[in-house]
């Protein structure tokens, strides 16, 4: 088999496009070819593993009634009391743990990768592992029962995931170069996908991890001043066509808009804004724009062992 130019590792449906959506059209412009390998395209098992996922599906049940893509989802970020308390008129009609809704939801997404991905001249592969908030321990107990939980530390009892995704990231098609998730904001499944990639692949680039990075102080957090100072970072330049291809691929990821953006001008002013911030992180470091760049996406490496 011929060996793919890159390979972009995307824990969920989104990641690899809102972090990195300019930097694959640019590869598919160029004529190189590109494979986004999403890990949690599972379908949700036949039970509720908690209260939290019973709650979801039947904030989901309630947005797929309706108009799709208008609804909050906690796929990224901690839900807070007050939304929660907000949601609930709208949750009438929707069966307790309807879970085929979750399977609703994850035929959904995968439609709007292979749409977004279409877009960037990328192929899709999806994998069939388990969002963080269906994993269950060995007691069958919830690993992440509660929205917070999806952004503590690893669960222990989690380390059969890892190893597992290390096996099937082993048996991925062979390519020149391969991008993980930095982790930026902590996401359990961002750095599963990580410290299971790290075991299986040779100088991998690691990319900032949008919508993430927005938050003041995340970048940092993933990426402190010791380890910054110790790896090397690319910047890869985003003119008007790169930035407004990846506009355009994650505005195809409709059931996840409502959750970062307030309509599609708010997407392209955000995604815009955050190219704005790694090029001047990129200036900051002592790299020379050339005039057509107006966004960036940065890079890393760790330093070669
Ligand atoms: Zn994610």
Redesign the pocket.
């Known amino acids: 088999m011929k060996p793919y130019d890159h390979l972009y590792l995307?824990?969920?449906f989104?990641?690899a496009v809102l972090s990195c959506g300019g930097q694959i059209a640019r590869h598919t412009a160029a004529g190189q070819s590109v494979l986004v390998v999403t890990i949690t395209g599972g379908d949700p098992p036949a039970e509720a593993p908690s209260d939290t996922v019973a709650m979801l599906h039947q904030r989901w049940a309630t947005s797929l009634a309706a108009v799709p893509g208008t609804f909050r989802s906690a796929?990224?970020f901690p839900t807070n009391p007050q939304e929660e308390e907000a949601a609930k008129p709208s949750l009438e009609g929707a069966a307790p743990g309807d879970l085929s809704v979750g399977a609703a939801i994850v035929a959904q997404r995968r439609a709007e990768d292979r749409a977004a991905l279409a877009l960037l001249g990328a192929e899709p592969l999806h994998l069939s592992f388990l969002d963080c908030i269906y994993r269950c321990g060995p007691d069958a107990e919830a690993l992440y029962p509660g929205p917070a939980d999806m952004f503590s530390p690893l669960n222990p009892a989690d380390e059969a995931t890892i190893a597992a995704l290390a096996e099937a990231f082993a048996a991925l098609p062979p390519a020149h170069q391969v991008y993980l998730p930095l982790g930026v904001g902590n996401?359990v499944?961002?750095l599963a996908t990580r410290r299971a990639a790290e075991r299986v692949f040779a100088a991998p680039r690691y990319y900032e991890?949008y919508p993430y990075t927005a938050r003041p102080g995340a970048l940092t957090e993933a990426l402190p001043p010791e380890t910054r100072a110790a790896w090397s970072a690319a910047t890869v330049w985003l003119d008007e066509a790169a930035l407004a291809a990846k506009t355009a691929a994650v505005g195809a990821y409709a059931s996840q808009l409502s959750s970062f953006f307030a309509n599609a001008d708010d997407l392209a002013a955000q995604l815009r804004a955050d190219g704005r911030r790694a090029l001047a992180d990129a200036l900051a470091d002592g790299d020379t724009a050339p005039a057509w760049a107006v966004a960036a996406e940065r890079l890393w490496a760790a330093p070669s062992s």
């Open positions: 995307s824990p969920h989104d990641d796929w990224h996401h499944d961002h991890d």
